[in-house]
Nanobody, 127 residues
């Protein structure tokens, strides 16, 4: 089992930017795929973004395309989610996930692809 630890959440205003970090301690040069999900109050957890082991293949929720960017630094065992032009509807608990498979054949939006999950970090966007 690996540990997945998110950080970087906070309270921001509409239009602000925020960068979330996701560490996987002890997995130097990780070949895991990495992803971000979010869950707003009263709603189901939804897929936000994913990146394959090499950092070359990414996928995004339609509503965050052009605003959010997922990246990774494998030598630091860390993935990031850069969130720009934040909207009130982005308010949610954001979860980082790691998948044993370094890539995906179809969409990484299904939770079944992901093997390990972090505890979540709260992002609140106020007007």
């Amino acid at each position: 089992q690996i540990h997945v630890v998110e950080s970087g959440g906070g309270l921001v205003q509409v239009g602000d930017s925020l960068r979330l970090s996701c560490r996987t301690p002890g997995r130097t040069g990780s070949l895991y795929s990495m992803g971000w999900f979010r869950q707003a109050p009263g709603k189901e957890r939804e897929f936000v973004a994913a990146i394959d082991w090499s950092g070359q293949d990414t996928d995004y929720l339609d509503s965050v395309k052009g605003r959010f960017t997922i990246s990774r630094e494998n030598d630091k065992n860390t993935a990031y989610l850069q969130m720009n032009s934040l909207k009130s509807e982005d308010t949610a608990v954001y979860y980082c996930a790691a998948g044993v498979y370094g890539t995906w054949s179809g969409s990484p939006s299904l939770e079944g692809h992901w093997n390990y999950w972090g505890q979540g970090t709260q992002v609140t966007v106020s007007s």
